[in-house]
């Protein structure tokens, strides 16, 4: 309500009850203008009520929401379901239009206002994170693989002769495959093997880049978050490597926000040498619903590029779920997921390192993985490798989501590109194991639970495979004892025969 409004209901209630109650509604504005003015993610969470008011006052500026509105054009904000209405608060029209998913829509002063404060407030968070001299970002509704696809066609209209793009492995499927989509050729690095780490190898990065020619790459696609025993890519040396060659350089930073030493990663790599653009997840990153991530760089005319190449309008879902939950956290939530998650990551590796002398295996040395741990399986790796899979499947059917497990040799083809040994990121990887993470959000019961289940599972393994040999030892006795006892029956019916014919 404005100042006439509380003044015509003090005509009907003690002034002084208004009063009160305008200070209350002053406190909420309060929040929402600071919100307005810095763009920044506010220290402390908001609550509620002051949420959904700010969304509520966003939704009415649509045009969709007008009282007296008259739409006579194809698309109007019109929604069926009330339900639908309510669950994206009336915020119907998208963000950006047909030509600029980041441009601002005449018809949807509060939708677009939500998507440019959206984007200003995870900017400030990545600069919490670590990108302190990130200069911009845009919340996509896309996932990591397509909104990498959409940096590479950005690129391009800017290297035309380009057929290739250098690519460090890392077994995942999507991030392959958004180089397939746009159009070019993967040219596959193998890591190199140090001690039990798979490492960048960069002297093959720039043999290759020296044998295609620099003017025929489009870029160097790398990564900082992966799995163990695959550690985050050399991006200093290969942002200098991009600098060197003039080449762009986009970094899949999928579910790196969470780790201040993937975040720093990106920060040197931009200071030393050259990175284009990195790409995180928004489900990964901030817990909210699959479907969106943010496209960063450190070249706000670069980004304008990307922006202006997705085509169309897009849904506003991603954008709106990321707000609350940062609204709803602050910065100081936020910080403190971090911390925790870190202390958890601790916590895992001492525990799961415990757990693997146990069953006389060892936790795989990866220190320069932030996130992701390994442990070995050679005591149950057999022909096949199904005593693994058969772990797997037992932690699965025992609700341990996420958890990986690698058997040796495995072959797969993605989009005609056959993989050796495929998952573990490497052709010839030295032993089997078993893949866990901290990520945000993770509490220690999850680790305690997931190591008492995993302790179970691999008893059981070790029990089977024992039983197992044990049965396929006795199952040669038998065929030893069915041949003696074939040979002394033949024995005996020659010796019969012999008889017979003596006695005629």
């Known amino acids: 309500m404005n100042g006439d409004s509380f003044s015509a209901g003090e005509q009907i209630v003690s002034p002084a009850y208004i009063r009160q109650g305008r200070e209350a509604r002053r406190s909420h504005e309060q929040l929402i203008r600071l919100l307005l003015e810095k763009g920044k993610c506010p220290q402390e969470?908001?609550?509620?009520?002051?949420?959904?008011?700010?969304?509520?006052?966003?939704?009415?500026?649509?045009?969709?929401?007008?009282?007296?509105?008259?739409?006579?054009?194809?698309?109007?904000?019109?929604?069926?379901?009330?339900?639908?209405?309510?669950?994206?608060?009336?915020?119907?029209?998208?963000?950006?239009?047909?030509?600029?998913?980041?441009?601002?829509?005449?018809?949807a002063a509060g939708s677009s206002l939500l998507n440019k404060l959206t984007n200003s407030v995870v900017l400030n968070v990545l600069k919490i994170a670590g990108a302190r001299t990130a200069t911009g970002c845009f919340v996509v509704?896309?996932?990591?693989?397509?909104?990498?696809?959409?940096?590479?066609?950005?690129?391009?209209?800017?290297?035309?002769?380009?057929?290739?793009?250098?690519?460090?492995?890392?077994?995942?499927?999507?991030?392959?495959?958004?180089?397939?989509?746009?159009?070019?050729?993967?040219?596959?690095?193998?890591?190199?093997?140090?001690?039990?780490?798979?490492?960048?190898?960069?002297?093959?990065?720039?043999?290759?880049?020296?044998?295609?020619?620099?003017?025929?790459?489009?870029?160097?696609?790398?990564?900082?978050?992966?799995?163990?025993?695959?550690?985050?890519?050399?991006l200093e040396e290969l942002a200098e490597i991009c600098a060197k060659y003039d080449i762009p350089h986009i970094v899949n930073n999928a579910y790196g926000v969470q780790s201040s030493k993937c975040m720093h990663l990106i920060q040197q790599g931009a200071r030393k040498g050259r990175i284009d653009a990195f790409v995180q997840s928004l489900d990964k990153n901030f817990m909210v619903p699959v479907g969106g991530a943010v496209i960063a760089g450190f070249s706000n005319s670069f980004l304008e590029e990307i922006s202006k190449m997705y085509p169309g309008r897009a849904s506003a879902s991603p954008s709106l779920d990321v707000l609350i939950t940062l609204l709803s956290l602050g910065a100081s939530g936020y910080k403190n997921l971090l911390t925790e998650r870190k202390e958890m990551f601790t916590y895992l590796s001492s525990e799961l390192k415990a757990l693997a002398e146990k069953h006389n295996e060892r936790l795989l040395e990866t220190v320069h993985n932030p996130i992701s741990l390994a442990m070995s399986l050679k005591n149950l790796n057999d022909e096949g490798g199904t005593a693994i899979t058969q772990l797997g499947s037992m932690l699965f059917t025992r609700q341990v989501s996420g958890a990986r497990v690698v058997p040796l040799g495995t072959s797969q083809t993605?989009?005609?590109?056959?993989?050796?040994?495929?998952?573990?990121?490497?052709?010839?990887?030295?032993?089997?194991?078993?893949?866990?993470?901290?990520?945000?959000?993770?509490?220690?019961?999850?680790?305690?639970?997931?190591?008492?289940?995993?302790?179970?599972?691999?008893?059981?393994?070790r029990k089977e495979k024992h039983l197992g040999a044990q049965t396929a030892g006795d199952l040669q006795a038998t065929k030893e004892d069915v041949r003696e006892l074939a040979q002394q029956l033949s024995e005996s019916l020659q010796v019969k025969a012999e008889d017979q014919q003596l006695l005629t």
């Open 414 to 461: 993605v989009n005609g590109y056959a993989f050796k040994g495929f998952m573990s990121h490497s052709n010839n990887y030295p032993c089997a194991y078993l893949n866990a993470a901290s990520a945000i959000g993770i509490k220690k019961q999850d680790v305690d639970m997931f190591i008492k289940r995993l302790d179970k599972c691999l008893r059981l393994c």
């Open 141 to 234: 509704p896309m996932a990591t693989g397509m909104s990498l696809t959409l940096c590479f066609l950005t690129l391009r209209h800017k290297r035309p002769k380009a057929k290739y793009i250098i690519w460090p492995r890392i077994d995942q499927k999507s991030c392959f495959k958004s180089m397939i989509t746009a159009g070019y050729e993967p040219v596959v690095i193998e890591n190199v093997l140090e001690g039990d780490e798979l490492r960048t190898d960069l002297n093959s990065v720039e043999s290759k880049i020296q044998e295609l020619g620099a003017e025929n790459i489009l870029c160097v696609h790398s990564t900082t978050s992966c799995f163990a025993p695959r550690v985050p890519d050399r």
């Open 45 to 107: 969470p908001w609550d509620e009520s002051t949420i959904e008011l700010f969304l509520q006052e966003l939704a009415v500026m649509d045009s969709n929401n007008f009282l007296g509105n008259c739409g006579v054009g194809e698309r109007e904000g019109r929604v069926a379901s009330s339900m639908v209405a309510r669950r994206h608060y009336r915020l119907i029209h998208g963000i950006g239009r047909s030509g600029d998913i980041a441009a601002v829509q005449p018809k």
